[in-house]
């Protein structure tokens, strides 16, 4: 009878053991289940954030890194545009950006004045845009003009190198020389056709 009581107790220790520990368990993994559940929550949109801002900080990098090219080039090119400041004037001189037929005109008869020579005839022509001319193969524009004029062979040498020379890029494209019968100091008549280039984009 004694052996059987405590027998029983053993039991009812054991099962009583058994119990707790099972409850310490379920309460163990339910506590681990609501953990993992709300830190999945919790932890999920924290990882996105950083995800997201690491990917822009690398796309700023990236901006960053461009932006230090292009500052490097702009300053390259402004140590380049400085050098080359004093001739700018000289090649604008050269090609213009515009027509400027008048100044072409002027330009004509001041070598004419300081040649001695006469120029009775100034005309100029159509524009011809020849920029978007793939078949030519140029980027410029032209326009062609005419000068009549008379003077001595000498003074009328001078006036062709003066012109051929000059600061605006002009080509000769015809030169023709009347002698005229009734002047007795020698003088003849010339007539030129030529050539003046401008490019708009300079």
Known sequence: MNNNFKDLLKNKNLQALTS???????????????LSFFGFFAIKPTLSTI??????????????????????????????????????????????VQPDVPLLFGQ???????????????????????????????????????????????????????LINMERVVNIDMFSINKTGDQKDGSIEFDIQGTAFFKDNL
């Open 20 to 34: 707790e520990k099972n409850q310490k368990f379920f309460g163990l993994v339910l506590t681990l289940c609501a």
């Open 51 to 96: 995800i997201k801002l690491q990917k822009e900080i690398s796309d700023s990098q990236l901006i960053l890194n461009e932006l230090s090219t292009k500052i490097n080039n702009l300053t390259e090119l402004r140590k380049q545009y400085f050098n080359l400041q004093d001739d700018i004037p000289i090649v604008t001189s050269a090609i213009t």
């Open 108 to 162: 004509i008869q001041s070598i004419g004045q300081a040649s001695n020579v006469t120029v009775k005839k100034l005309q100029n022509f159509e524009v011809e845009i020849l920029g978007n001319d793939n078949k030519t193969g140029q980027n410029y524009s032209s326009y062609s003009f005419a000068v009549g004029g008379e003077g001595s062979p000498e003074n009328i040498s001078g006036f062709m190198d003066k």
